[in-house]
């Protein structure tokens, strides 16, 4: 009989398991669902950026006929408990916070803020119901940018409050940031802004709530990133047991970081369900979910670099504000990532880092995607303008800052050792694959010609998880594995992916390791009585999960192999598993099927003394951890009549250790590169001076398209393993980190002979027409 | 409400929608479609596209009662015998979508597009897919799934001659 070979799956772009449904239509996405007896929840929403609610006349919509409920912000908070979110404490860095209700109650704080919900037996009805409902507003003075909120005057937007500040000022200081400025040789300033944009999944936000009277228990069908953080604010909000809520979810229509535990909206849904005890269906539309749902970035710094006459970047001294919206939520939390992380790969000897959280009268800042990338902006953004006043080479200038890979590795300034960044491999890698010297003497010639080309490169290192350092920490991850009767290893994760192919890539591993076929393992989510606790978020699941799954499939196994071996009567350690049969090593024939074994165990044949329950509970501590990073490279050409900007070439070398599944890592770094290219040229979430949204559509929110983002080129370092196992590393954020820079430094060097320099991120037509007047006239 | 009879996935189907609910919602409330997705309500996604009378249309911008007498095939009719078709399994094997919420629009307005120009190059189809948004994948996988199943069918009728 021939040997038995094993498949290996871990490395190979293995066809994803959730496409025969996508591909199909048989996806089961929240508005697919329907109960019986279902009903739809619409919002009436604010017209106005400030206000105080005068009144609300609510009569007219509940008299329509097929409406059969109008909650008033008023009814809600008699019907539910007012408590923090449960998610948002975490953040909370101490000081009163902000006190508000489910729906407003006694003010509006943005355009599209929730004021009641109309609950009818169609979405069409509830609609219908919105615009009977008439509410009065006494219009206050909006604060719409970051300025006025710090500005004592600015009405405040929450009384209790006082002033319009989510996080007080602080300042920190790394390395010896006096002396450093003291002694360079140049100290230079720059005023860097980074503009509103947002998630926008294709799905947005969504949720059926269904009231069990006689059980008193909730079933919410989410889409969310975390079952149970989803059923934590329900729970603490409804004030129901924790035990009494079963959170349930299946497909998610990309998310971004949007969709992470139960917004206003869904708490809302879920207090009318209960109050009616029938299931209500909420589909946030477009027009709520770029009004609404939340936005990102927004952030302004003032910085000042110490610099060596030789380029050598010494000390950064940053003072950032961030514009947190109207609800301060997660966007208290972020200055504290950007702080840690805007030394990047390089050598920086000194920081000063100072930052203030802002709140005005917009959407709710929301994480979005690499929520602190805006330090990857700043920093990349200054060396090129260091840089051009030097005179040198961006990849010049980047190539002598960066910290060589050492032994023991150099830390960070703030603290975190470089253990395993290639950052500099990657960046001689991307000069490379696009002939770096070649394109300077191309951009010459086609200068001749009056065509204006640049090549922009940009850094980046993100923790996904991050090095096991001296802090220690990374974190844990739960996953419970367990050899089904039928042969099908399950693995129940606290994952819940919306587009990251968890069902596939964690298969792959733990197929590899317990030594089934990868179609046999089954990899559970989204059901908050069934798995562990978890998030999808932070680039986190390669390494954690993937770690997780490999460590809980050798237990596993091996408990597998322990029980086996009474049945077969050998040794355990004579036993493998491959392609799904158990055999004694060296005698293939004696192969058993891993279903036969798991059927064995469950017969009840067995005595006390033999362990035949084949699950395990595994938990895993990120290993060894480690960075992900690399360097991207743009060449776009700027149409300098028209200010139109075509990004001709896109390159991109990533270090991202061990790869589970290439397509996959390549697919997420390519979408997170056309976020990027759609925040420079086309993305802005706008508001006028009055406090109006202005791109509540996606004719005024331009999103990028086929003919926006070229074809992107990605080659892999695998350079340093720090891990005997895990060397699996997150690669969902960087390429939307690094992206921005990437681009907007491709422009500038396009515009270079007009004299132009860049200190904002959005780079629209019009825009780039204006850099170009203003640099013509010598402002 | 309209009284209507229309045809979709060779079946045919008769209802009595509001005259006000769209071609979208009717399949997906009333057939229990549930494949077309909504994206925006507003044209611009590109997410609900199905296929009718041979063209590539918005559902959400067309009325159940403007596809009275049409034929109309949505997602769910292209699958054969309870597999792939061509492009849905060129699409399978070039990883072309990520979170799946958009496919169903590309995947009938690629089909659209290859009934019309079955030698589409990668510009033709970077304009024919350019009124659909995507926002997981940038792109590029689909367009390398759209070139796969195109030369597939070049393969298959040089084959047949």
Not at chain 1, 670 to 692: F, K, M, P, T, W
Request: hydrophobic residues 40%; contains cysteine; proline residues 5%.
């Amino acid at each position: 009989m021939a040997e038995i070979v094993a498949e290996r799956y871990t490395g190979a772009s293995i066809k994803r398991s959730e496409d025969p449904r996508i591909l199909t239509g048989a996806g089961r996405y929240v508005d697919d669902i329907k109960l019986p007896g279902m009903l739809h929840a619409a919002f009436v929403r604010s017209p106005l950026a400030h206000g105080r609610v005068l009144s609300v006349d609510v009569s007219a919509a509940r008299a329509l006929p097929g409406v059969v409920a109008v909650l008033t912000g008023a009814d809600l908070e008699a019907m539910t408990v007012q408590a923090p979110d449960p998610l948002l404490a975490l953040f909370t860095t101490g000081g009163p916070t902000a006190e508000f209700t489910l729906l407003a109650t006694d003010k509006v704080r943005f355009v599209g803020d929730p004021v009641a919900v109309v609950i009818a037996e169609s979405r069409y009805l509830a609609e219908d119901g919105c615009e009977l409902a008439d509410v009065e507003y006494d219009e206050l003075p909006p604060v719409m940018n970051a300025a006025f909120a710090l500005d004592p005057s600015s009405p405040p937007l929450f009384a209790n409050l006082g002033d319009n500040i989510a996080r007080p000022h602080s300042r920190n200081e790394f390395g010896d940031v006096a002396g450093t400025f003291a002694d360079a040789d140049r100290v230079v300033d720059f005023h860097i802004d980074v503009h509103r944009h947002q998630n926008v999944p294709m799905e947005g936000r969504a949720c059926v709530a269904s009231w069990d009277a006689d059980l008193a228990a909730m079933t919410v069908y989410a889409a969310t990133q975390s079952v149970h953080i989803t059923r934590n604010g329900v729970a603490t909000r409804l004030g129901i047991e924790g035990d009494k809520i079963r959170v349930l979810a299946g497909d998610i229509g990309g998310s971004f970081g949007l969709k992470i535990g139960a917004s206003r909206e869904e708490l809302a849904v879920a207090a009318a369900s209960r109050h009616l005890g029938r299931p209500v269906k909420w589909v946030e539309d477009r027009g709520e979910n770029l009004t609404a749902s939340g936005q990102a970035r927004e952030e302004s710094f003032d910085v000042r670099a110490a610099v060596s006459n030789d380029g050598d970047l010494l000390g950064l001294d940053v003072k950032m504000v961030i514009d947190t919206g109207a609800y301060p939520g997660m966007g208290t939390m972020f200055p504290d990532i950007m702080q840690a992380m805007i030394p990047g790969p390089y050598k920086l000897a000194a920081l000063g880092f100072e930052s203030t959280a802002a709140i005005t009268n917009k959407a709710s800042y929301v994480a979005y995607r690499g929520p602190w990338a805006s330090e990857t902006f700043v920093r990349e953004r200054v060396l090129d303008l260091i840089a051009k006043d030097l005179g040198l080479d961006p990849v010049g200038i980047r190539l002598r800052n960066l910290a060589a890979r050492t032994d023991p590795p150099a830390l960070m300034i703030t603290g975190r050792p470089l253990v395993g960044v290639t950052s500099k491999e990657s960046l001689e890698r991307v000069a490379e694959m696009v002939d770096y010297p070649a394109f300077r003497r191309r951009q010459v010639e086609a200068r001749a010609q009056g065509r204006y080309l640049g090549i922009g490169v940009a850094t980046f290192i993100e923790a996904a998880p991050g090095p096991r350092g001296p802090d220690g920490a990374l974190g844990s991850e739960s996953m419970r594995l367990r050899l089904e009767e039928d042969g099908i290893v399950a693995l129940f994760t606290g994952q819940m992916p919306h587009g990251q192919s968890h069902q596939t890539t964690l298969a792959q591993i733990a197929a590899d390791e317990f030594g089934v076929p990868f179609e046999q393992v089954r990899v559970v989510v989204g059901d908050s009585d069934v798995v562990p606790f978890g998030l999808t978020g932070g680039s986190r699941s390669a390494t954690m999960t993937g770690g997780v799954a490999l460590h809980g499939a050798r237990e596993l196994k091996a408990k597998v192999l322990d029980f086996a071996a009474h049945l077969i009567e050998v040794s355990a350690q004579d036993l493998l598993i491959t392609d799904g049969n158990v055999w004694v090593r060296g005698d293939p024939a004696s192969a058993i099927a891993v279903s036969e074994v798991a059927r064995r165990a469950a017969s009840g044949q067995f005595g006390a003394e033999v362990d035949a329950a084949l699950e395990v509970e595994a938990t895993y501590d990120g290993g060894q951890g480690g960075w992900s990073g690399g360097t991207h490279c743009a060449i776009v050409e700027v149409d300098v009549e028209t200010g139109i900007v075509k990004v001709e070439r896109y390159a991109a070398v990533e270090d991202c250790g061990a790869l589970i599944n290439p397509a996959v890592v390549e697919g997420q770094i390519r979408g997170g590169v056309a976020q990027g290219i759609g925040a420079v040229l086309l993305e802005r979430s706008a508001y006028g001076e009055d406090g109006s949204f202005q791109s509540a559509t996606f004719m005024d929110y331009l999103m990028p398209t086929t003919c926006d983002v070229p074809r992107i080129e990605i080659e892999h370092l695998e350079t340093v393993p720090l891990d005997a196992d895990v060397n699996f590393r997150g690669v969902g954020e960087g390429g939307m980190i690094v992206a921005p820079p990437t681009v907007v430094n491709a422009i500038e060097d396009a515009l270079s002979p007009f004299g132009v320099r860049i200190y904002e991120q959005h780079l629209p037509p019009a825009r780039i027409l204006e850099l170009i007047a203003a640099a013509d006239s010598g402002q | 409400m309209a009284d209507i009879s229309l045809t979709v996935n060779g079946a045919t189907h008769t209802g009595s929608p509001e005259v006000r609910k769209t071609l979208a919602d009717f399949l997906r409330d009333d057939l229990n479609l549930t494949g077309t997705h909504v994206g925006c309500e507003h044209g611009v996604c590109g997410a609900c596209t199905v296929i009718v009378d041979g063209r590539a249309v918005r559902s959400c911008l067309m009325l159940a009662v403007q596809a009275a007498g049409s034929e109309v095939t949505t997602i769910e009719g292209l699958a054969t015998d309870g597999g792939l078709g061509t492009l849905q399994q060129a699409m399978w094997d070039s990883h072309s979508f990520q979170c799946g919420f958009c496919t169903p629009g590309f995947v009938m307005q690629a089909t659209a597009l290859l009934s019309d120009h079955p030698d589409a190059d990668e510009q033709q189809i970077r304009e024919a897919l350019s009124g659909n948004i995507c926002r997981c994948t940038g792109y590029q996988s689909i367009i390398d799934g759209v070139l796969l199943a195109a030369q597939r069918n070049r393969t298959l009728r040089n084959r047949e001659r």
